[in-house]
């Protein structure tokens, strides 16, 4: 009855340029463990999520990186998207085809590109929000105890009863608010940081996707007769170009009413950016945290640094920084600016 839904067809832009648009960082080995962050998402849901109710949705383009990577996840089990439509449409055809396949199904919708230090923890937590949304109408996502303003994620704030066990009513949900807002959010001590792992029924999700997104879903109601057929990617072509470009959590999460929250610790971390790769990497006395085997650090404090192992790179007088070079792109920038790398990539592409 339990399955994952790996939604892995995001571009990673604000991890440029080590993560490029042909080979997002969902397939890198950030951290070096040795294992994609991919890889390490389908490791953990494996261990309480039968192999054959794991799902990876992706770009077409990825489908042969998903393969190579998850050698033993089905084929079929491979979701392609002819565009990127962001998670709401990924979202929308996991749920209307499991719900084909198993009406009372439950599902964990969740990214391919975090990092999770406590797996036990994170079993543990997932287990518990499955008992809840088997029982009750709602939307739950795991929420993370914030540690500073981000801009880039969603804000909840939960009423102060549970009402199960670790479970709470959410009563505002606020997706990426602006630096100030995230700063009055942090400073009342009140709100949690959606970890974008969602966990919900099949049937209900689809609910929530007649009431808030009633003209995509349609889309997919109408084509629903070739799901889980040969037909089905022929009907996913004819769907995407119809969706709207709305992730989850704009589209359904800040409008619904039934959502919950379990606050959890599980070493969380998005490594959306390079400071939060910065966080969870070793650093050296000055607090500079190097992945690359010539790197040479004179009076620099707190960068970190990511080159290609065969380049000899100097750094001097350089504080708070990311220096990130490739075989074809160097990237020197503001450490306080990793939000903006986004809009310098689009920048890039449009002089090009
Ligand atoms: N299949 C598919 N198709 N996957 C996608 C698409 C798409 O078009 N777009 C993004 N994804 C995948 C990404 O690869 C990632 O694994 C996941 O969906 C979430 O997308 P992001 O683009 O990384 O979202 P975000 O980080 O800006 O925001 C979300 O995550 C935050 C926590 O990391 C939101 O849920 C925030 O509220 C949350 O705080
Ligand atoms: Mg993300």
Redesign the pocket.
Known sequence: NHYV????????S?FWPMSRTAF???FLDILHTGRTLIQS?YDRYLQFIPNENIY????TEYADIVKKQLPDLPAENI?C?P?????A??VA?IAHKLQLINKEGLLIC?????LILDAPAFTKVCTDAFDFVDSINALV?LG?KPTYA?T????IQHEAMPVADHVYKVKT?T??PNLELAKTFLASGDFL??????VWKVKNIIKAFEKFLPEMNEVFVAEKEHFNTTTEQEAIERIYPQCT?I???YGI?EKADNVYVVPSSFGWS?L?TWNSAYENMEKDYFGNAVAGKHVMIIDATKNVVHAPDKKLILLQGLDDFIVVDTHDVLLICKKEKEQEIKEYVAEVKRNK
């Open positions: 839904a790996i939604m892995a067809g995001g571009i990673g604000r997002p960082k969902q998402t990876v949705v992706t770009s979701l998207e565009s990127r439509k962001n998670t449409p990924c055809y969740a990214p391919a590109d975090h996502t993370i981000n880039g994620y969603g804000y949900f997706e990426k940081w959606n970890a974008g792992i969602f470009n992730s989850i959590d999460m998005d959306g």
